[in-house]
């Protein structure tokens, strides 16, 4: 029988126990928050920019991944023909691109990451502010990038034109971790 061996998980910077849960990839120090990846290695040092935001009600701080970059349509074709104009204008210009990194089904996911894609951010990063409890981070960058194609497709999809094919490269940067107040 295989022993198991249990951690105390303490923050590298302030040495407050940390508790992740199961799922967990990424967490914030509840004390100074440090941000930490939880990686097979151990922790590792994570950047999370705060966006600037209204914090004159209480908020939540949700995790994003955010992604600038473009998408190339290189085929888009309808039932009626390629009426593709409004597609491509759509995305013809490079953009902010987010993608939800917290525990979400998949269709609050769609939800939230198609509403960001019509909508873009515009960010604006500040210091952490006091007292900031970050949700949890579930969802992997190499996840992320397969979420964010399903969200182009679903943004796609969701036009009045009656898709019928489609062919398109994200050209995008390293994903940054950004942490928006929400409700």
């Known amino acids: 029988m295989a022993g198991m061996t249990l951690l105390v998980v303490r923050c590298p910077a302030c040495g407050v126990t940390l508790t992740p849960g199961d799922d967990d990839l990424v967490v914030a120090c509840p004390q100074c928050g440090a941000a930490l990846q939880l990686a097979d290695e151990g922790l590792r040092p994570i950047e999370i920019q705060y966006a600037q935001a209204d914090l004159t009600r209480p908020v939540t701080w949700r995790p994003w991944w955010i992604f600038r970059g473009r998408v190339n349509l290189i ?12 597609a491509r204008q ?6 902010v691109m987010a993608v939800p ?25 500040v210091p952490r502010p006091s007292g900031v409890r970050l949700t949890p981070v579930v969802v992997s ?15 796609e999809a969701g036009r ?5 094919t489609l062919d398109f490269q994200i050209e995008v940067g390293a994903p940054e971790l950004w942490a928006l107040a929400g409700e």
């Not at 039932?79 to 409004?86: A, I, K, L, P, T």
């Not at 269709?107 to 960001?116: E, F, I, L, N, P």
């Not at 992320?144 to 943004?155: N, Q, T």
């Open 141 to 155: 960058a190499e996840d992320a990038r397969k979420l964010l194609e399903f969200l182009v497709l679903s943004v």
């Open 75 to 86: 085929k888009r074709e309808t039932q009626g023909g390629n009426r593709s104009d409004e």
């Open 160 to 164: 009045d034109d009656w898709l019928k």
């Open 101 to 125: 990194a917290w525990e979400l089904s998949i269709v609050a996911a769609k939800q939230a990451g198609v509403q960001q894609l019509k909508q873009p951010l515009v960010l604006n990063a």
């Open 90 to 95: 759509f995305w013809a210009q490079p953009r």
